[in-house]
């Protein structure tokens, strides 16, 4: 099952925030998945190359998501080992992409609500970077905006490699995706001649 966290509604689409739901987006238009919202989750059943997967969102708002993850992955006879949660992570540079197997929330209040309603932090989770220069002391602010004109590319590049990630990780194992994903960031896209 792969989770990812956003906010549901046009008012966020576009936001940082936002960088989950986009990349269960790309995987569903991949598949060429229809999705259904059932009760506060938007889901849709996919095959990618050899995987069967699950993907979802929640539509609880993303300090709210882990009690419709955690009823799901109940109904389904699962264990948190089986799911992949895809977050933005404002500690990382933008276009970074970093997988791990477990661990804490890290103050991203979506993944603590998952955490907390499956009472473990041993599931793995794809994290997209979003940072990009000097962070305001309102975080929120920050994340709930618009991703700027100059850094849609790099951003939009991350949702790519945070897609890929996901299917590295769940063919491959996340020995391979940490391998493979972590830690690099593409170079800029080049400038094209002045017009």
């Known amino acids: 099952m792969i989770v990812g966290l956003g906010n549901p509604g046009e008012r966020y689409a576009a936001t940082r925030h936002n960088a989950g739901f986009l990349v269960v987006d790309l995987l569903a238009a991949r598949a060429g998945a229809a999705g259904r919202v059932d009760d506060d989750l938007w889901v849709a059943d996919a095959r990618l190359e050899a995987s069967a997967l699950r993907l979802v969102k929640p539509l609880s708002y993303m300090n709210r998501s882990g009690p419709p993850v955690a009823r799901l992955l109940a109904g389904l006879g699962a264990v948190p080992a089986d799911l992949v949660v895809v977050l933005d992570d404002v500690a990382l540079p933008l276009g970074a992409i970093r997988v791990r197997e477990r661990g ?4 991203h209040r979506g993944l603590r609500s998952i955490v907390e309603a499956l009472g473990t932090q041993e599931f793995p989770r794809v994290r997209i970077g979003i940072r990009q ?4 002391d309102e975080l929120a602010d920050y994340v709930l905006a618009a991703v700027a004109p100059e850094d849609e590319p790099a951003f939009r590049e991350a949702v790519v ?3 890929d990630a996901v299917v590295c990780l769940v063919q ?4 391979v ?3 493979r994903f972590n830690g ?3 170079p800029a896209p ?3 001649p002045p017009a």
């Open 104 to 107: 804490s929330a890290g103050g």
């Open 133 to 136: 220069g000097e962070l305001p």
């Open 161 to 163: 490699r945070a897609a």
């Open 172 to 175: 491959e194992g996340a020995a």
């Open 177 to 179: 995706a940490m391998n």
């Open 184 to 186: 690099r960031i593409p």
């Open 190 to 192: 080049a400038e094209g």
